[in-house]
RNA sequence: GGUCUGGUCGUCUAGGGGUUAGGACACCGCCCUUUCACGGCGGUAACACGGGUUCGAUUCCCGUCCAGACUGCCA
């Protein structure tokens, strides 16, 4: 089995070419076959190296490697150049020499009077001396493929139309363009659908896997197959990934800059390649699986293209965000804290100075970053849920403020709880609980009581990791300057 | 307009002539608990509509409706 993945290099790889990607991978690496790219860049003008090196990133980055490639076809010019001669020579092309703007004019006339705006031929009628004198004397033209003008065109189909053969009628296609405008001398270069043929022929790709909006394509890719006389592949179109029930699309310009389309800006965004992987193997398709995450050995395995579903999925963010917290609970922690120190770093936050003296930094990152991780669901949320242990609280959330701090007693309270962790040693937190469970009783005080305005003078929040997690990481001394301090802006704002 | 494709909880989906229509995310509730989160348990919620075929249709067939893609000298 020969699959392969043709991205344009016209952006960067969004997250539905990555899925159809990945669907390519999981065929071959489960067949033992060869998952070819090819960078489909025939169209000079929109095409950039930059858009390719970020395609590769992004494929080497979710872990899809390619087996043969990247096969450019900027570089193949020739070899379809000879196809073009080839069929030339046997009467199934011919030269078209209307301008763009003549075709549009005629494409609004056939709207207008509500008929098929497919190309009329007109150049097709042309006598040959005359099509022979414009050639030579160097005019522009474009090829066209002379479609059939009667039957129809089967595009072997395994998913669509209930996986039987999906028939076009030839007489509705019109007479498509294979090359863009040039002169004998200066041929144009060739276009998509052609270059698709002759590539994935030649690459003797057995199956076609890629996003339905190819569907009508394939049949015109299936009659240049048989004009070359070359087998044609199966082909397997995917549904789409739709969004606010659009086709998810890397053209889409009002796409919500917090929901990139792309996996670089996904990446960027703390999402794990782990978790990418997963929920885009879940678009579209199923598996005997009863359970939704699994890794990507288990995906190779029960990928099966039976599986797939028909009708468009749409991109569900709350799904995707659940798998990416999922796998930041259960990957190996030493892996997660050496992907979230870059973010950690980002933020300015110089950890290797912030860890107290009494811990290692690496160990303090590393926990610090256990003590929260049940709190985020992407790596760039750790910067601000880390915040507290870097900066000391200038002010506390509001909501703490009236139901915690301005309850009677607290300033005292705080002064007791500073008090009896000066004493406390060694401090760690079961020396603190016991230290402050003993206070509450002497107090008379229930445990959340004590807890609460401690957790707002040390962190600021009404919410965090256990308490006592969080003062023995941020050191005795910090803890206590918190305590007072917190005590001190009571004072200053007292209850009005 | 034409061609093509599709339609099961809000979303992703399983299923398939007879099922209490199953799971996951989200949502709600309960438990755990120093808060939040995690975790555990439970709950609300779906076969687009109309005709056939059939003892029986969500499943098969036909229409309708709705949705989407394509309709480029883009891929």
């Given at each position: 089995?020969?699959?392969?993945f043709a991205p344009s290099p016209t952006g960067f790889l969004h997250l539905g070419g990555a899925r159809t990607a990945l669907f390519n991978w999981?065929?071959?690496?489960?067949?033992?076959?060869?998952?070819?790219l090819?960078i489909e860049d025939?169209d000079?003008?929109r095409s950039t190296e930059e858009s390719t090196g970020q395609i590769l990133d992004s494929l080497q980055w979710l872990g899809l490697q390619w087996?043969?490639?990247p096969?450019?076809?900027?570089?193949?010019?020739?070899?379809?150049?000879?196809?073009?001669?080839?069929?030339?020579?046997?009467?199934?092309?011919?030269?078209?020499?209307?301008?763009?703007?003549?075709?549009?004019?005629?494409?609004?006339?056939?709207?207008?009077?509500?008929?098929?705006?497919?190309?009329?031929?007109?150049?097709?009628?042309?006598?040959?001396?005359?099509?022979?004198?414009?050639?030579?004397?160097?005019?522009?033209?474009?090829?066209?493929?002379?479609?059939?003008?009667?039957?129809?065109?089967?595009?072997?189909?395994?998913?669509?139309?209930?996986?039987?053969?999906?028939?076009?009628?030839?007489?509705?296609?019109?007479?498509?363009?294979?090359?863009?405008?040039?002169?004998?001398?200066?041929?144009?270069?060739?276009?998509?659908?052609?270059?698709?043929?002759?590539?994935?022929?030649?690459?003797?790709?057995?199956?076609?896997?890629r996003g339905?909006e190819?569907?009508?394509?394939?049949?015109?890719?299936?009659?240049?197959?048989?004009?070359?006389?070359?087998?044609?592949?199966?082909?397997?179109?995917l549904p789409l990934i739709m969004k606010n029930n659009k086709k998810m699309s890397k053209r889409d310009k009002d796409a919500d800059p917090a929901f990139p389309v792309s996996v670089s800006g996904r990446r960027d965004l703390g999402y794990l390649q782990e978790a990418t992987v997963n929920f885009i193997s879940l678009l579209g398709c199923?598996?005997?699986?009863?359970?939704?995450i699994?890794?990507v050995?288990?995906?190779?395995?029960?990928?099966?293209?039976?599986?797939?579903?028909?009708?468009n999925a749409n991109f569900d963010e709350d799904k995707y965000l659940f798998q990416n917290a999922w796998y930041l609970?259960?990957l190996?922690?030493?892996d997660v804290?050496e992907r979230v120190k870059p973010f950690i770093e980002a933020a300015g936050?110089?950890?290797?100075?912030?860890?107290?003296?009494?811990?290692?930094?690496?160990?303090?990152?590393?926990?610090?970053?256990?003590?929260?991780i049940?709190?985020c669901k992407l790596l760039s949320e750790f910067p601000a849920a880390?915040?507290?242990?870097?900066?000391?609280?200038?002010?506390?959330?509001?909501?703490?403020?009236?139901?915690?701090?301005?309850?009677?007693?607290?300033?005292?309270?705080?002064?007791?709880?500073?008090?009896?962790?000066?004493?406390?040693?060694?401090?760690?937190?079961?020396?603190?609980?016991?230290?402050?469970?003993?206070?509450?009783?002497?107090?008379?005080?229930?445990?959340?009581?004590?807890?609460?305005?401690?957790?707002?003078?040390?962190?600021?929040?009404?919410?965090?990791?256990?308490?006592?997690?969080?003062?023995?990481?941020?050191?005795?001394?910090?803890?206590?300057?918190?305590?007072?301090?917190?005590?001190?802006?009571?004072?200053?704002?007292?209850?009005?």
């Amino acid at each position: 089995m020969r699959v392969r993945f043709a991205p344009s290099p016209t952006g960067f790889l969004h997250l539905g070419g990555a899925r159809t990607a990945l669907f390519n991978w999981l065929l071959a690496k489960q067949n033992n076959g060869v998952f070819i790219l090819r960078i489909e860049d025939t169209d000079a003008e929109r095409s950039t190296e930059e858009s390719t090196g970020q395609i590769l990133d992004s494929l080497q980055w979710l872990g899809l490697q390619w087996d043969e490639g990247p096969y450019f076809q900027s570089q193949r010019l020739e070899l379809y150049r000879e196809h073009i001669e080839r069929l030339y020579k046997e009467g199934k092309i011919y030269p078209a020499f209307e301008s763009p703007e003549e075709l549009e004019a005629e494409r609004e006339r056939a709207l207008a009077e509500k008929r098929n705006p497919i190309y009329n031929r007109a150049s097709l009628r042309l006598p040959k001396e005359e099509v022979d004198r414009r050639l030579a004397a160097g005019e522009r033209f474009v090829w066209r493929f002379k479609v059939p003008d009667e039957g129809h065109t089967d595009v072997p189909e395994t998913l669509m139309s209930g996986a039987a053969d999906c028939k076009f009628e030839n007489a509705a296609m019109g007479d498509f363009v294979i090359s863009r405008a040039g002169t004998m001398k200066e041929p144009g270069w060739p276009l998509y659908n052609f270059c698709c043929v002759v590539d994935d022929a030649l690459m003797g790709i057995s199956h076609v896997i890629r996003g339905q909006e190819h569907l009508s394509n394939a049949a015109r890719q299936v009659l240049l197959y048989q004009a070359f006389g070359y087998p044609v592949p199966t082909f397997t179109h995917l549904p789409l990934i739709m969004k606010n029930n659009k086709k998810m699309s890397k053209r889409d310009k009002d796409a919500d800059p917090a929901f990139p389309v792309s996996v670089s800006g996904r990446r960027d965004l703390g999402y794990l390649q782990e978790a990418t992987v997963n929920f885009i193997s879940l678009l579209g398709c199923s598996y005997p699986m009863e359970e939704e995450i699994f890794p990507v050995d288990v995906l190779i395995k029960n990928f099966n293209l039976d599986r797939l579903q028909k009708s468009n999925a749409n991109f569900d963010e709350d799904k995707y965000l659940f798998q990416n917290a999922w796998y930041l609970r259960n990957l190996p922690r030493e892996d997660v804290v050496e992907r979230v120190k870059p973010f950690i770093e980002a933020a300015g936050y110089d950890w290797e100075r912030a860890a107290p003296v009494s811990h290692g930094a690496e160990k303090w990152l590393a926990d610090i970053i256990g003590l929260e991780i049940e709190r985020c669901k992407l790596l760039s949320e750790f910067p601000a849920a880390l915040s507290y242990f870097f900066i000391a609280p200038s002010e506390y959330e509001q909501r703490g403020v009236t139901k915690i701090f301005h309850n009677e007693g607290v300033p005292e309270l705080l002064d007791a709880v500073a008090e009896a962790l000066l004493l406390t040693t060694p401090f760690t937190k079961e020396a603190m609980e016991d230290a402050l469970r003993r206070l509450g009783d002497a107090k008379g005080l229930g445990f959340g009581k004590i807890a609460q305005p401690v957790r707002l003078a040390a962190t600021g929040r009404t919410a965090s990791p256990g308490l006592f997690d969080v003062l023995e990481h941020l050191g005795r001394e910090e803890v206590i300057r918190r305590l007072v301090k917190a005590k001190e802006w009571l004072q200053s704002n007292p209850k009005t």
